[in-house]
């Protein structure tokens, strides 16, 4: 039994991290819309009502099953860095890492060519229709919930004092966050997309002619020319200490468009498992689960330490060919960069990897060999920044939104040198997710992030701030997720697809950045291979290792971390420490924030979401 009864129907069913994203899905579903139209719509919803997480100049990574032909594929919404972004750019700053946040990571925006390639090739419903809802949110707004409130409060001092348009536009009239409950607008982001869709339908009259004017409008129209003003003259502190501007300019932008990408996918108990490429972590999560064999999982406790034990060991190794070997800079070319995924993904490496894992959690760090790819990233400075930035393994929230580091730093504290004690702030964002279902067969996942307002600078006249996906991108030769002009950051971003013989189809995704493939392993065992319901599998107890390298600044890693919530059965984390685990327990509802459906061949759709947050809601008709 579940916290939530799961919903079930027959026209549709959604389930996303936020209420209103949910609530619009399916309003778009009851109205004749299919699953690419109801995604859309939640999508553009989800910009507004959790800006935090996700915003109109981030990105998102999609999967779908296409209920006519049964083909499963993804679109990618994730811009590549601009043409003057390189190592040596950044060196010439006195940089050894791209800032996490302010304007020197931002990347092409990715998120709105890939919704509008959705619509235009898969929906049904017109332009205005896709928008009209977020378009109300935002001129209207809505309520502020707790953890966008816990957001703006920590982001009060780094607004009044360095971004004083974010200051403007966020926060309440004096200067600070807004009240607990009180209604939230963005009129700036209101007045952007009613001025974009108006020039869109005075450039056609057709549906799929306005689809294209709008992409065109973003790309090469006034939103391009507005991101490429600003762009070209504002500086901005970042958390590097210092003021930068950026190196994003408007001719990164023209002509770029979201592509359809092939998924890559690898059988577990009796489905496939089908995942975003490399230009993602997606990969990651089938490794994992090649190395957790169906019968070998079935005879251990689903709440229990071995289970825990084998998820977490298989998911450290994993992780460590992701932090070494994903990517597509320019070290590797594209044939070599395939031919490390076809060894990745091969039943005989995972054989290989799995038997690494013994009876005890293992400390260091273990990338696989791989033919013609020998640069590894260093784990033992990793683990000194992450001490430098303080130790975050109690956080079971993936990376945190904001979080306030005390006025005076440890004297070892490299990365606090030059920081004003007014920045010492973690603003790094974190993610949403969306799945939707409907009577047709048509099943979509997405995750989308990025371009999270205390993360860098409104844009005045658009009501929305860059991205900061560079900050992914090593400042070094040499990486395959090497820095390089027009080059895809690799990506925590992963929705997840799995398809069965029978003709169901699970669709799920998580917010939580480096814990969202541990989440969803723990997951997809927990249902596949123990006949848990999305609800149970979704509700049971949560856990990640912080043994990885953060894809997030300031890149840091934990040696033999292991955090779990406190719901674990008595015993349980005292058999992870003897098996050599460090385990720090965080709160009962901390680990995961899970949204899940499943579509049968007959009809039946069922879907669940997380109560953790108290935003998630799956809803069916």
């Known amino acids: 039994m579940g916290t939530r009864v799961e919903v079930f129907g027959w026209t549709g069913v959604a389930s996303t991290s936020h209420w209103l994203s949910s609530q619009t899905a399916l309003a778009i579903l009851e109205r004749g819309g299919n699953a690419f139209d109801a995604a859309v719509a939640a999508g553009f919803v989800m910009q507004v009502v959790q800006p935090h997480l996700n915003g109109p100049a981030g990105d998102v990574a999609i999967i779908v099953h296409d209920g006519a032909t049964g083909e499963v594929g993804s679109i990618c919404g994730q811009g590549p860095s601009p043409a003057a972004l390189d190592i040596a750019a950044i060196r010439g700053l006195g940089l050894d890492m791209v800032p996490g946040t302010g304007l020197l990571p931002a990347v092409v925006p990715g998120a709105f060519d890939a919704w509008m390639l959705l619509l235009l090739e898969r929906g049904t419903i017109s332009l205005e229709e896709a928008l009209a809802p977020a378009m109300l949110y935002a001129a209207r707004g809505l309520p ?108 990164d932008l023209a002509g770029w468009r979201a592509s359809w990408e092939p998924v890559v996918a690898a059988p577990y108990a009796g489905g496939v498992v089908h995942k975003c490429g490399g230009w993602t972590q997606g990969p990651a999560l089938l490794q994992g689960l090649a190395m957790l064999p169906e019968e070998q999982m079935a005879a251990l406790d689903p709440e229990g330490a071995g289970f825990i034990h084998q998820v977490t060991e298989a998911m450290k190794l994993a992780l460590a060919d992701r932090d070494s070997h994903y990517g597509e800079g320019s070290a590797l070319s594209p044939e070599t960069r395939a031919a490390l995924m076809e060894r990745l993904l091969s039943p005989a490496y995972a054989r290989e990897r799995a038997r690494l894992i013994g009876a005890r959690g293992i400390h260091y760090f273990r990338p696989g060999e791989v033919p013609g790819q020998e640069w590894r990233p260093d784990f033992a400075a990793a683990c000194l920044r992450q001490r430098d930035a303080g130790i975050l393994a109690a956080y079971g929230g993936g990376e945190p939104t904001v979080r306030n580091l005390p006025e005076t730093a440890p004297a070892e504290n490299a ?88 003709g169901r189809v699970t669709a799920l995704g998580t917010p939580g950045g480096d814990q969202q493939e541990q989440w969803q392993a723990a997951f997809l065992v927990r249902h596949m291979v123990h006949g848990m319901s999305l609800q149970e599998a979704i509700d049971s107890p949560g856990f990640h290792t912080n043994q990885l390298i953060n894809s997030f600044y300031p890149r840091g890693a934990i040696r033999g971390s292991l955090v779990a919530e406190d719901r674990l059965a008595p015993g349980v984390a005292d058999e992870l420490r003897e098996r050599g685990h460090d385990v720090t327990l965080a709160g009962p509802w901390a680990e995961g924030r899970l949204c899940a459906l499943e579509a049968s061949a007959g009809g039946e759709m069922r879907a669940a979401a997380t109560s953790r947050g108290g935003q998630s809601l799956a809803v069916g008709r």
């Not at 200051?167 to 607008?185: K, N, Q, V």
């Not at 963005?186 to 952007?192: D, I, V, W, Y």
């Not at 294209?212 to 970042?238: K, L, N, P, Q």
């Not at 992963?494 to 029978?502: C, G």
């Open 144 to 251: 502020v919930d707790p953890r966008l409130h816990e957001t703006l409060s920590a982001a009060v001092p780094v607004f009044c004092k360095y971004w004083p348009d974010s200051a403007e536009l966020f926060l309440a009239p004096g200067g600070a966050a807004p009240e607990l409950g009180a209604i939230f607008a963005n009129p700036r982001l209101a007045a952007t997309w009613a001025r974009l869709l108006r020039e869109a339908q005075a450039r056609s009259h057709d549906r799929d002619g306005q689809i294209e004017a709008a992409r065109a409008i973003w790309s090469d129209g006034f939103v391009a020319h507005e991101i490429d003003a600003f762009c070209a003259t504002a500086r901005a502190v970042d958390i590097s200490g210092e003021a930068h501007g950026a190196l994003l300019r408007g001719g």
């Open 415 to 502: 990365l606090s040198e030059g920081v004003p004690a007014d920045y010492r702030a973690r603003a790094v964002g974190d993610t949403s997710c969306l799945s939707v279902a409907d009577a047709q067969g048509n099943v979509v996942s997405a995750t989308p992030s990025g371009g999270w307002l205390q993360s860098s600078p409104v844009i005045p006249g658009l009501g929305f701030p860059l991205g900061t996906r560079a900050q992914m991108m090593w400042v070094e030769e040499g990486s395959p997720s090497g820095l390089a002009p027009g080059i895809r950051p690799r990506t925590t971003l992963t929705p997840t697809l799995v398809t069965r013989p029978d």
